[in-house]
T-cell receptor
Framework: DAKTTQPTSMDCAEGRAANLPCNHS???????VYWYRQIHSQGPQYIIH???NNETNEMASLIITEDRKSSTLILPHATLRDTAVYYC???????????FGTGTRLTIIP | NAGVTQTPKFRILKIGQSMTLQCTQD?????MYWYRQDPGMGLKLIYY???????DKGEVPNGYNVSRSTTEDFPLRLELAAPSQTSVYFC?????????????FGSGTRLTVV
């Protein structure tokens, strides 16, 4: 699976949109971008995934650049409960396992 | 529908002791996984299984064993506990390849080896 690069930490004001970047410049055509988050010491939680089109669900939006070398996870109206570590993962269907990096620690500021 | 259930939530072991971390899921998922997470680090895959009777090593399998006799259960065995195995252990499951629902994780087992 392709390697991802994320900032170590970010802050965002409560109520504002949180934009979390991820670089995956070596992604191949059949690899998906997945986002998970881990709140405090809980098990990671699936957020969203995409291949090449932008995606939106009840939790977040995922914007993937046209060349697929990077993506941005958007939490539209961040709340204090969104404080967590966010993991961007490139995943190849056919490879049975997810590989986690160290993620971005997002802190929502009141 | 409980999802993925892990027991125990906490455990302290002495060096050389053995224990089994239990994991069960009620979603009829084919794929199950064990990860460990050391403080301040991401998750590392220990073992995984793509179905009953089939297991395979992940990134850090040394010191662990697994079995998968049923679809629901995927226990992780530590035979001779070492301080390096102090970690938080997460079990996860997924429907399998080609299904876009992601992984479901349990709430973790915090293990300390002293």
């Amino acid at each position: 699976d392709a390697k991802t690069t994320q900032p170590t930490s970010m802050d965002c004001a409560e109520g504002r949109a949180a934009n979390l970047p991820c670089n995956h410049s070596t992604i191949s055509g059949n690899e998906y971008v997945y986002w998970y988050r881990q709140i405090h010491s809980q098990g990671p939680q699936y957020i969203i995934h995409g291949l090449k089109n932008n995606e939106t669900n009840e939790m977040a939006s995922l914007i993937i650049t046209e060349d697929r070398k990077s993506s941005t996870l958007i939490l539209p109206h961040a709340t204090l409960r969104d404080t967590a570590v966010y993991y961007c993962i490139v995943y190849h269907f056919g490879n049975e396992k997810l590989t986690f990096g160290t993620g971005t620690r997002l802190t929502i500021i009141p | 529908n409980a999802g993925v259930t892990q027991t125990p939530k906490f455990r302290i072991l002495k060096i050389g002791q053995s224990m089994t971390l239990q994991c069960t899921q009620d979603m009829n998922h084919n794929y199950m996984y064990w990860y460990r997470q050391d403080p301040g680090m991401g998750l590392k895959l220990i073992y995984y299984s793509v179905g009953a009777g089939i297991t395979d090593k992940g990134e850090v399998p040394n010191g662990y064993n697994v079995s998968r006799s049923t679809t629901e259960d995927f226990p992780l065995r530590l035979e001779l506990a070492a301080p390096s195995q102090t970690s938080v252990y997460f079990c996860a499951s997924s429907h399998g390849q080609g299904v876009n629902y992601g992984y479901t994780f349990g709430s973790g087992t915090r293990l300390t080896v002293v």
